[in-house]
């Protein structure tokens, strides 16, 4: 074997090495961010972009009793330098508002598609109100 292909070879497991490492510490980060989050309610996390090339985003709503979200994280960007940071544009929306078609000035339509996916967990989740007052998701007893 020539010296060239096993340097060239030895390079890419470098990169290779290093691109894992950043993408682990950046999970880990979004991770922790998502536990802090947790203290505030019920979580999901939603997941929009594109599938193979692209930019992707990961919005992650924490919701009070009522469904109303009290806080917000997004994780948006195209290298593993990317950072949750705080998405406050979503703080006193509903999850059925999140849920459905409407608008939230500030985010794009990437964002806005996974603020819906993370209400869309919540609200299949249960314990969402509906209008009647009685607790949608929820099954009760008869009996």
């Known amino acids: 074997m020539n010296d060239r292909w096993l340097w060239a070879f030895v390079l ?5 090495g290093l691109q894992l490492t950043l993408t682990a510490r950046q999970a880990m980060a979004f991770t922790n961010a998502v536990h802090e989050l ?3 309610g019920r979580t ?6 594109r599938k193979w090339w692209g930019r992707k985003v990961y919005v992650a709503l924490a919701v009070d009793p009522e469904s109303i979200v009290v806080r917000a994280i997004r994780l948006r960007g195209l290298t593993q ?8 544009h979503y703080t006193g929306l509903t ?4 849920a459905g078609h409407g ?3 500030g985010c794009g339509d990437i964002e ?3 603020a819906r996916q993370a209400a869309q967990t919540l609200s299949a989740a249960g314990g969402s109100p509906t ?3 009685a607790t949608k998701g929820r099954e009760t007893s008869t009996s």
Do not use: E, N, Q
């Not at 330098?81 to 406050?88: I, N, R, V, W």
């Open 12 to 16: 890419i497991a470098v990169a290779m």
């Open 38 to 40: 947790r203290r505030s």
């Open 44 to 49: 999901a996390i939603g997941l929009s972009g």
């Open 81 to 88: 330098f990317a950072h949750a940071k705080p998405a406050p």
């Open 95 to 98: 999850v059925s508002y999140l």
């Open 103 to 105: 608008d939230v000035p």
């Open 112 to 114: 806005r598609a996974a």
């Open 131 to 133: 209008a009647d007052g």
